[in-house]
């Protein structure tokens, strides 16, 4: 059973820092591009940030762009989001998701993810 486990969110004030972590198991991601997406209470689940399988590409939502950073350690299996100058809009449940395709291009559209976890809520008071 493929599974994608999400930690480290959390309370945090604004300025501050949080690092999530998204293990994976039950097959190996470290040919597959990753995601990072979040969803704000009443708001639809948005792009956060995305990377390619060995890391030399990636991608951020304008609204992150310079204050996080997406990376990953494929001998872990596990990917991360660095969250700094954390604002109160970015609070949200967290969620990592994976592409099925070995080698796939990394890419903001949540329909192009086949795994996703089950979320880490970032709550960051002003």
């Known amino acids: 059973q493929v599974q994608l486990v999400e930690s480290g969110g959390g309370l945090v004030q604004a300025g501050g820092s949080l690092r999530l972590s998204c293990a994976a198991s039950?097959?190996?991601?470290?040919?597959?591009?990753m995601g990072w997406f979040r969803q704000a209470p009443g708001n639809e689940r948005v792009f956060v940030a995305t990377?390619?399988?060995?890391?030399?590409?990636?991608y951020y939502a304008d609204s992150v762009k310079g204050r996080f950073t997406i990376s990953r350690d494929n001998a872990k299996n596990t990917v991360f989001l660095q969250m700094n100058s954390l604002k109160p809009e970015d609070t949200a449940v967290y969620y990592c998701?994976?592409?099925?395709?070995?080698?796939?291009?990394?890419?903001?559209?949540?329909?192009?993810?086949?795994?996703w976890g089950q979320g880490t809520q970032v709550t960051v008071s002003s």
């Open positions: 990377i390619d399988w060995n890391g030399g590409t990636t």
């Open positions: 039950g097959r190996t991601f470290s040919g597959n591009a």
């Open positions: 998701a994976g592409r099925e395709s070995r080698y796939s291009r990394p890419n903001p559209g949540q329909y192009d993810y086949h795994y």
